[in-house]
Structures are given as C-alpha cells and as structure tokens.
T-cell receptor, first 117, second 114 residues
C-alpha cells in the first residue's frame, strides 16, 4: 500500500518568483515512480514531471524541478519564474514499478497554487 | 493522436437513474484506469482494466458500480440507481504496458445527480 501526503492545502506566489510545493510519501516498494500533476481550472490533468526512484539525479523540466530525498521519502516540486498560467491544483502521486505490468497511481490531496501579479 | 477521450463532458441524472461514462484510451494504450474526484479533494482510484479483464477493482464501491473494457469499443463506467453522493468528476486515464510511463488523463466527466 502507498500513501501520499501534501501538507499545504494552498500556496500563493508572485509572478516571476519561485515557489516550492511539498510532498511526502510512504511505500513498501523498493522501486517506484513519483509524479507531479497539474490541474488547472479546465480540470484537465497534466503531467508536469516524473522521477524514477532508483535515479539519484533530480528531474528537471524547464521551470519545474524536484528535490527528491529518498531516505526522507520527500518529493517536493520547485517552480521557478512563476507565471500566471501556473495557477492550478498540483497533485503529487506515486506508482510502484511492478515488473511487466502497469500499476495504479496513488494521489495526494493536492495543493492549490495561486500566482499573483 | 487524439489523446484520451471521455464523454460526455457533463452528465445530469435524477436520483435512481443510471449513468454511463465512456472512455476511449490513447492509441497504443492497453491499460485503462478510472478515478473519482469529489469537490475539493484529490483523485481516488476506482478500477484498473485491460482489454476484457478487470485487473484491480479495489476502489470500486461494492454495489451499483461496474466497469468494463470490451475487446472492441470504449471502456464504460456504469453507475446504477445514482444517488446525490455519486456527484463528482470521473476521470479516465490510459497507459501503455511499459513501466514508468505516466498516465494520460482524459478531461473527465462531471456527473451531477439531482
């Protein structure tokens, strides 16, 4: 079983500033994947970034990067140079890596990010 | 590639009616997942299907809910005798069988029970 915890229900950041969203997780799996999804008001779920647990290097996608601390089971998302279009709900998710088959994602409860002028 | 297609986008049902939600996965994706999102909450896993097989239905309510993914056609999430508590956004996602791929989500169906 897996659990994902996002302790920040809401965050606010000014345009062009940097913000970090927190996520902790718990899993009994040795190998797994971690994801951040964005859900704007349109309700579409958009994959922002993914991290493979066996890789020590933190994933980066343009203005989005993660701080993956495996021992602490922490997976925070950093958004640099925030833009108004980043306003959305952000969900952290975990998925075990089962050999040969896909497997289900477990989501946190989300952090609502508001980017202001 | 049209992505994951869900329809209808919005569905209104009276209490006691049936709701049928459809999901066509991305081309090449053989795994389909259904999630439910209640207002101001995260996504909760319901069921995971492959063609003609239910792999994991641990998140499905025991009564009134069923899902299928036939050999031909879309995956269907069926809710019988809907109640007000069924009002939610229902998301479908698909993935290829390879490990590590993030899901691709559809735009969801918002079910309102009146």
């Amino acid at each position: 079983a897996q659990t994902v915890t996002q302790s920040q229900p809401e965050m606010s950041v000014q345009e062009a500033e940097t913000v970090t969203l927190s996520c902790t997780y718990d899993t009994s799996e040795n190998n797994y994947y971690l994801f951040w999804y964005k859900q704007p008001p349109s309700r579409q779920m958009i994959l922002v970034i993914r991290q493979e647990a066996y890789k020590q290097q933190n994933a980066t996608e343009n203005r989005f990067s993660v701080n993956f601390q495996k021992a602490a089971k922490s997976f925070s998302l950093k958004i640099s140079d925030s833009q108004l279009g980043d306003t959305a709900m952000y969900f952290c998710a975990c998925r075990p890596s089962n050999t040969g088959t896909a497997s289900k994602l477990t989501f946190g409860t989300g952090t609502r990010l508001q980017v202001t002028l | 590639n049209a992505g994951v297609m869900q329809n209808p986008r919005h569905l209104v049902r009276r209490r006691g009616q049936e709701a049928r939600l459809r999901c066509s996965p991305m081309k090449g994706h053989s795994h389909v997942y259904w999630y439910r999102q209640l207002p101001e909450e995260g996504l909760k896993f319901m069921v995971y299907l492959q063609k003609e097989n239910i792999i994991d239905e641990s998140g499905m309510p025991k009564e009134r809910f069923s899902a299928e993914f036939p050999k031909e056609g879309p995956s269907i999430l069926r809710i019988q005798q809907v109640v007000r508590g069924d009002s939610a956004a229902y998301f479908c996602a698909s993935s290829p069988p390879q490990q590590g791929e993030g899901y691709t989500f559809g735009s969801g169906t918002r079910l309102t029970v009146v």
